[in-house]
């Protein structure tokens, strides 16, 4: 999601500039323009829509315009406003269910009315910045909910399918089965039969001709064929009847009681909300397939995407039409489709438009049945073979039954409440249920722990260790994630007991991985089987001797850095040593040398045969590195840590300010230049990206400079942070912002400014230049907040400098 910069050569001819030194030119003004990829696209999602829409509305037994309405508004107003643009919105398969329930009790107006309030309830949350939170719920009951509706939807639609009406209940429609057996009706089942044949075969059409063939939907292909055939043959079967517009139903005022209106809100914000966001971390995974869209799409924003199907529904419940959500297969065919931004969405809304107002004699023959096919073919494919092989592989097949047949049997809300009070217990018991073993093999005995050590496991913990007889060998492999302090307590104090009697014992991580006890641990008690991290030991008794409370540092890594490297070369893996840092343990005792010697010591006992493979590699074949980093010298940036990165991965240069002097005689500095034209001429590295950081001291100093000061290497080095103080005293530019908030401080808005004007300097290095004219590279923006440990890329969002998240969650998208 990091924007490339674009080129712009160092041409010493070039006219005079009438705009402030050390700032862009003034942006034209765009023009609205449609790619030829996005029209393509638009039209292949109408044709997908069209059917599913008026299917999904006659499933529901509303109005079939709703359906319509709903596609129309879902792909303009949440097309426009959204924050996901290749996610297509729209009337969904999953709110069938719970929409027939609403138009059940309720009538359609009401179901309008409450459409419209859950769609302000979704713009509430998107304001509250909540978004994310639904991605914490459990996948198997997110595929659960969905499966339910799907075998609901598929029960009801097949009474269609043989030519009767469905009840209004799961229970009702299988005990009517039998019965609806005995009147089938002939024309209804061929077409429905007719619909499903081409709609599984044209697919799989062969050879060259099938695959042109398959450009168009198989949707389309199916509703078509068979509503050709009826009207050829001259078969009567219940079709199509759309009503004129003038006398559409539009959104009353709510009739019934509060309680059931609000249970009603909470259910379809509730399933639209996990919907869409769910469907807008999918489209990420499939613009992540494709390298050229990265740069030009971005990642989802997630809160802005519920801003956006928020308005969409409070717009279509107040036109009259269905609840909007995200829909998977209209937004995978829009990325399938070669879809580059969000136009292609909102154009096949104005498709729809025109469909409804210009195709209806066309859209009034089609048969019911051939839509109820439809929609009954995408209820059994909720029901995923996939999902379900996937919670049995997670063990929370339990969670997905329990909320299918929740749904299935009293309702969406009710099903997936009980999915959520199983998913607890099942994570309760798996926090409780451990398992010890002891065994002993070749004199050495193996204590095995499987599963999360907390302090009810202890007891058992303890009769296990001490199976374990006076100076003996023993190894303990802790196989988890988790361990508190109980059970930390129990285990660390059987160690110093077990070593004092002259016993050996070797603790190890998942797969017998060794970790090591940190240097110094009489006076450090810090867990060394946790990963690498900035702790803090016991205040230091002597204020000469280090800072109070000082920081522990991790083994040093490839890069000199302090943190440590996995098997992989990756920095930071789960088996490390702590050894001691500045103003630890040794810090009390005032001897630098010693901590060094204690760290090299610790590097080549614990990481040094981790990476010493790999190392061997980079030193046989060469440095090849990818990127290179320019970072600012401050010790709180660990360059591999915060990119999980190893060796042979970064070019890194780091600088006071993360600088990148303008090349020249009189204002350049050989050793940065040299560095760019080294990794991008000889190394050909296929990004740089430059690096900020939050509570920068050199933007401190740039801040607080006295133009009349003495001229000390620092203030002549600083110099070349001046068109970055400019840049943000510039009143006609926007200054940077920090995930769609403003910097908190001047000192945060000169750490942002700095890093966009250090890109323009980049940009004028003749080495860069040519790269960038070639393709060859990419420049990428980045801002570390330490106090956050949040990384943020640079985007270049309608002219804006935006720096947004890159968080945990974005793991499937592209790393930084």
Same mark, same amino acid.
């Given at each position: 999601?990091?924007?490339?910069?674009?080129?712009?050569?160092?041409?010493?001819?070039?006219?005079?500039?009438?705009?402030?030194?050390?700032?862009?030119?003034?942006?034209?003004?765009?023009?609205?323009? =449609?790619?030829?990829?996005?029209?393509?696209? #638009?039209?292949?999602?109408?044709? =997908?829509?069209?059917?599913?829409?008026?299917?999904?509305?006659?499933?529901?037994?509303?109005?079939?315009?709703?359906?319509?309405?709903? &596609?129309?508004?879902?792909?303009?107003? *949440?097309?426009?406003?959204?924050?996901?643009?290749?996610?297509?919105?729209?009337?969904?398969?999953? $709110?069938?269910?719970?929409?027939?329930?609403?138009?059940?009790?309720?009538?359609?107006?009401?179901?309008?009315?409450?459409?419209?309030?859950?769609? =302000?309830?979704?713009?509430?949350?998107?304001?509250?910045?909540?978004?994310?939170?639904?991605?914490?719920?459990?996948?198997?009951?997110?595929?659960? +909910?969905?499966?339910?509706?799907?075998?609901?939807?598929?029960?009801?639609?097949?009474?269609?399918?043989?030519?009767?009406?469905?009840?209004?209940?799961?229970?009702?429609?299988?005990?009517?089965?039998?019965?609806?057996?005995?009147?089938?009706?002939?024309?209804?089942?061929? +077409?429905?039969?007719?619909?499903?044949?081409?709609?599984?075969?044209?697919?799989?059409?062969?050879?060259?001709?099938?695959?042109?063939?398959?450009?168009?939907?198989?949707?389309?292909?199916? *509703?078509?064929?068979?509503?050709?055939?009826?009207?050829?043959?001259?078969?009567?079967?219940?079709?199509?009847?759309?009503?004129?517009? #003038?006398?559409?139903?539009?959104?009353?005022?709510?009739?019934?009681?509060?309680?059931?209106? &609000?249970?009603?809100?909470?259910?379809?914000?509730?399933?639209?909300?996990?919907?869409?966001?769910?469907?807008?971390?999918?489209?990420?995974?499939?613009?992540?397939?494709?390298?050229?869209?990265?740069?030009?799409?971005?990642?989802?924003?997630?809160?802005?995407?519920?801003?956006?199907?928020?308005?969409?529904?409070?717009?279509?419940?107040?036109?009259?039409?269905?609840?909007?959500?995200?829909?998977?297969?209209?937004?995978?065919?829009?990325?399938?489709?070669?879809?580059?931004?969000?136009?292609?969405?909102?154009?096949?809304?104005?498709?729809?438009?025109?469909?409804?107002?210009?195709?209806?004699?066309?859209?009034?023959?089609?048969?019911?049945?051939?839509?109820?096919?439809?929609?009954?073919?995408?209820?059994?494919?909720?029901?995923?073979?996939?999902?379900?092989?996937?919670?049995?592989?997670?063990?929370?097949?339990?969670?997905?039954?329990?909320?299918?047949?929740? *749904?299935?049997?009293?309702?969406?809300?009710?099903?997936?409440?009980?999915?959520?009070?199983?998913?607890?217990?099942?994570?309760?018991?798996?926090?409780?249920?451990?398992?010890?073993?002891?065994?002993?093999?070749?004199?050495?005995?193996? =204590?095995?722990?499987?599963?999360?050590?907390?302090?009810?496991?202890? /007891?058992?913990?303890?009769?296990?260790?001490?199976? *374990?007889?006076?100076?003996?060998?023993?190894?303990?492999?802790?196989?988890?994630?988790?361990?508190?302090?109980?059970?930390?307590?129990?285990?660390?104090?059987?160690?110093?007991?077990?070593?004092?009697?002259?016993?050996?014992?070797?603790?190890?991580?998942?797969?017998?991985?060794?970790?090591?006890?940190?240097?110094?641990?009489?006076?450090?008690?810090?867990? /060394?089987?946790?990963?690498?991290?900035?702790?803090?030991?016991?205040?230091? &008794?002597?204020?000469?001797?280090?800072?109070?409370?000082?920081?522990?540092?991790?083994?040093?890594?490839?890069?000199?850095?302090?943190?440590?490297?996995?098997?992989?070369?990756?920095?930071?893996?789960?088996?490390?040593?702590?050894?001691?840092?500045?103003?630890?343990?040794?810090?009390?005792?005032?001897?630098?040398?010693?901590?060094?010697?204690?760290?090299?010591?610790?590097?080549?006992?614990?990481?040094?045969?981790?990476?010493?493979?790999?190392?061997?590699?980079?030193?046989?074949?060469?440095?090849?590195?990818?990127?290179?980093?320019?970072?600012?010298?401050?010790?709180?940036?660990?360059?591999?840590?915060?990119?999980?990165?190893?060796?042979?991965?970064?070019?890194?240069?780091?600088?006071?300010?993360? $600088?990148?002097?303008?090349?020249?005689?009189?204002?350049?500095?050989?050793?940065?230049?040299?560095?760019?034209?080294?990794?991008?001429?000889?190394?050909?590295?296929?990004?740089?990206?430059?690096?900020?950081?939050?509570?920068?001291?050199?933007?401190?100093?740039?801040?607080?400079?006295?133009?009349?000061?003495?001229?000390?290497?620092?203030?002549?080095?600083?110099?070349?942070? $001046?068109?970055?103080?400019?840049?943000?005293?510039?009143?006609?530019? /926007?200054?940077?912002?920090?995930?769609?908030?403003?910097?908190?401080?001047?000192?945060?808005?000169?750490?942002?400014?700095?890093?966009?004007?250090?890109?323009?300097?980049?940009?004028?290095?003749?080495?860069?230049?040519?790269?960038?004219?070639?393709?060859?590279?990419?420049?990428?923006? +980045?801002?570390?907040?330490?106090?956050?440990?949040?990384?943020?890329?640079?985007?270049?969002?309608?002219?804006?400098?935006?720096?947004?998240?890159?968080?945990?969650?974005?793991?499937?998208?592209? /790393?930084?």
């Amino acid at each position: 999601m990091s924007a490339c910069v674009p080129t712009r050569a160092a041409d010493s001819t070039r006219p005079e500039r009438n705009h402030p030194p050390h700032s862009r030119p003034p942006v034209p003004p765009r023009r609205f323009r =449609i790619a030829g990829a996005d029209l393509s696209a #638009s039209i292949a999602v109408f044709l =997908i829509a069209l059917p599913l829409s008026l299917g999904i509305a006659l499933a529901t037994g509303a109005p079939l315009q709703s359906g319509l309405v709903a &596609a129309a508004v879902g792909g303009i107003v *949440v097309g426009r406003l959204g924050g996901s643009p290749l996610q297509v919105s729209g009337p969904a398969a999953g $709110l069938t269910v719970v929409t027939a329930e609403l138009i059940h009790l309720y009538g359609w107006r009401t179901t309008c009315a409450i459409t419209v309030l859950a769609g =302000i309830a979704q713009v509430g949350l998107g304001c509250l910045r909540v978004a994310r939170t639904a991605l914490a719920v459990s996948p198997a009951i997110v595929h659960g +909910m969905l499966a339910g509706i799907g075998v609901t939807i598929a029960v009801a639609q097949l009474h269609v399918v043989l030519g009767g009406v469905p009840q209004s209940s799961v229970l009702e429609n299988f005990r009517a089965l039998p019965a609806q057996l005995t009147r089938v009706h002939p024309g209804a089942v061929s +077409m429905s039969l007719l619909t499903l044949t081409l709609l599984f075969a044209w697919p799989r059409l062969p050879g060259r001709a099938g695959r042109i063939l398959r450009t168009v939907p198989a949707a389309l292909v199916a *509703v078509a064929g068979a509503t050709v055939t009826a009207s050829l043959t001259g078969l009567v079967l219940p079709k199509v009847d759309l009503p004129s517009w #003038s006398s559409h139903a539009l959104a009353g005022l709510p009739e019934g009681p509060v309680l059931g209106i &609000a249970a009603a809100v909470l259910t379809t914000t509730l399933v639209c909300s996990v919907q869409s966001l769910l469907g807008a971390v999918a489209v990420d995974k499939l613009v992540s397939a494709r390298p050229e869209l990265q740069t030009r799409v971005g990642r989802s924003r997630l809160d802005r995407e519920l801003l956006g199907q928020g308005a969409a529904n409070a717009v279509s419940g107040a036109l009259g039409g269905l609840p909007v959500a995200g829909v998977a297969v209209r937004s995978s065919a829009n990325v399938q489709a070669g879809a580059v931004s969000r136009n292609s969405t909102m154009l096949h809304g104005v498709l729809v438009v025109i469909a409804a107002l210009l195709m209806v004699p066309i859209l009034e023959l089609i048969p019911l049945a051939s839509l109820a096919a439809l929609v009954m073919a995408v209820g059994i494919q909720m029901v995923s073979l996939h999902h379900i092989r996937t919670v049995t592989r997670h063990r929370e097949v339990v969670v997905y039954a329990v909320t299918t047949l929740g *749904v299935v049997l009293f309702g969406v809300l009710e099903g997936v409440a009980l999915g959520v009070a199983v998913a607890v217990v099942v994570a309760m018991h798996r926090l409780a249920r451990t398992r010890i073993t002891h065994e002993e093999r070749d004199e050495v005995h193996h =204590i095995h722990v499987c599963g999360q050590l907390t302090f009810l496991a202890v /007891p058992r913990l303890s009769r296990a260790l001490h199976l *374990v007889p006076r100076g003996a060998a023993a190894v303990v492999e802790l196989d988890g994630s988790f361990m508190d302090h109980a059970a930390y307590e129990s285990l660390h104090d059987w160690q110093q007991s077990h070593l004092a009697q002259g016993g050996a014992v070797e603790l190890t991580g998942r797969g017998g991985a060794r970790i090591a006890e940190p240097s110094g641990s009489a006076h450090c008690r810090c867990r /060394p089987w946790t990963p690498w991290r900035n702790h803090h030991c016991e205040p230091s &008794a002597n204020p000469q001797s280090g800072s109070p409370g000082g920081r522990t540092g991790g083994t040093a890594g490839p890069d000199g850095s302090d943190e440590a490297a996995g098997p992989d070369g990756s920095g930071g893996s789960g088996d490390v040593t702590a050894s001691s840092g500045p103003g630890g343990a040794d810090g009390r005792r005032g001897h630098s040398d010693h901590q060094l010697a204690r760290g090299i010591s610790a590097f080549q006992r614990n990481t040094a045969p981790l990476v010493r493979d790999e190392l061997a590699r980079l030193a046989r074949e060469g440095q090849s590195p990818s990127q290179l980093f320019l970072t600012c010298a401050d010790s709180r940036l660990v360059t591999s840590m915060i990119t999980s990165s190893g060796p042979g991965d970064l070019f890194v240069v780091r600088n006071v300010g993360n $600088l990148v002097p303008r090349p020249g005689q009189e204002s350049g500095d050989d050793s940065v230049a040299a560095a760019i034209e080294y990794a991008v001429d000889v190394l050909h590295v296929r990004s740089i990206t430059v690096c900020g950081h939050s509570g920068c001291g050199a933007m401190q100093a740039l801040l607080n400079s006295d133009p009349g000061g003495a001229q000390t290497p620092l203030r002549r080095w600083l110099r070349h942070g $001046l068109p970055s103080l400019e840049r943000m005293a510039a009143a006609e530019r /926007p200054g940077a912002r920090l995930a769609g908030r403003a910097p908190a401080d001047a000192v945060e808005q000169l750490c942002l400014t700095n890093v966009v004007q250090q890109l323009e300097h980049l940009r004028a290095h003749d080495s860069v230049t040519r790269a960038l004219r070639a393709g060859a590279l990419e420049l990428h923006g +980045m801002y570390f907040h330490v106090g956050e440990a949040q990384a943020y890329l640079l985007v270049d969002r309608d002219g804006d400098e935006l720096f947004d998240h890159v968080g945990a969650e974005e793991e499937l998208r592209r /790393p930084v």
